[in-house]
């Protein structure tokens, strides 16, 4: 899996763990958030972009993403499902390389693209118990901005 940096350009998973450790490690005592948010748009294909960001509350942060494309056509719920499972992956990976560095009091948190007003409310409970049945805080709208600002803006 590759993602894009702004900053640091292609990396591979483990470039970008090493790149949020140290960017940990710059201030080992300040208050972080990692979050992790896929979303998707359909044309001929549908794109899912993936996006980890780590942020130092208060003072900046980084994000990346990851690009895939697949010419299947789902149904919206089941591109949420989708997005939900592609989220649950990076983020099990993320708290496994966490646990295994010495930072598994770092949290991750999953930013979904459901709300309670749209098309997707009616999946909010089983997409959030997907997440929190995996051991992850979960966000919805309008707090999943890692989702819905960050991975969005990479989909167009």
């Known amino acids: 899996m590759v993602f894009e940096s702004p900053s640091?350009?292609?990396?591979?998973?483990e470039e970008m763990f090493?790149?949020?450790?140290?960017?940990?490690?710059?201030?080992?005592?300040?208050?972080?958030?990692?979050?992790?948010?896929t979303d998707s748009q359909v044309r001929e294909r549908v794109c899912y972009v993936t996006a980890v960001v780590i942020?130092?509350?208060?003072?900046?942060?980084?994000f990346y993403y990851?690009?895939?494309?697949?010419?299947?056509q789902l149904g919206l719920k089941q591109r949420i499902f989708l997005e939900t499972s592609r989220s649950l992956a990076v983020a099990?990976?993320?708290?496994?390389?966490?646990?295994?560095?010495?930072?598994?009091?770092?949290?991750?948190e999953i930013h979904l693209d459901v709300g309670e007003d749209g098309r997707t409310r009616d999946i909010i409970k089983e997409v959030v118990g997907m997440v929190t049945g995996s051991g992850f805080d979960a966000r919805i709208k309008p707090e999943s901005y890692g989702a819905t600002k960050v991975a969005d803006k990479f989909t167009k």
């Open 66 to 72: 990851t690009k895939e494309y697949e010419k299947m």
């Open 55 to 62: 942020l130092r509350v208060g003072k900046g942060g980084r």
């Open 8 to 13: 640091k350009g292609r990396l591979d998973f």
């Open 18 to 37: 090493q790149d949020i450790r140290e960017f940990v490690e710059e201030v080992p005592h300040g208050q972080y958030k990692l979050i992790v948010g």
């Open 92 to 108: 099990s990976k993320l708290a496994e390389k966490l646990a295994a560095n010495g930072l598994a009091d770092l949290d991750v």
